[in-house]
């Protein structure tokens, strides 16, 4: 009856010793300077051809007054009479006549 009674105690102890511990031994994945690096550049080089982009737009191209992009941004107009927007990255993104929303009055 002891020895029953001392293995289930050793039994609970050790599993209640287990769980406990794996936890503490999980470690977060640090990135490495490297990577945390690139992920900046990325971002700053996305964000300034947004913005070299944005600006030659408006100097060069008409913005469609009261209307915006599916996401909110201003929509221009071209040479070619087409209408775009300027997404994240910098990138020219061509509209059709239904994605252009009217811009709330506010």
């Known amino acids: 009856m002891k020895t029953r009674y001392l293995t289930g105690l050793l039994t609970l102890a050790m599993s209640i010793a287990i769980g406990f511990s794996s936890p503490a031994q999980e470690k977060k994945k640090k990135e490495s300077v490297g990577t945390t690096i690139n992920k900046t550049a990325k971002k700053v080089g996305n964000k300034t051809a947004e ?52 811009r709330p009055v506010n």
């Open 51 to 102: 913005v070299t982009v944005k600006g030659s737009a408006k100097v060069v191209d008409q913005t469609y007054k009261g209307k915006m992009a599916p996401d909110g941004s201003n929509v221009y107009i071209d040479g070619k009479n087409r209408k775009y927007y300027i997404n994240k990255k910098g990138g020219k993104v061509y509209l059709k006549a239904s994605e252009i929303k009217t």
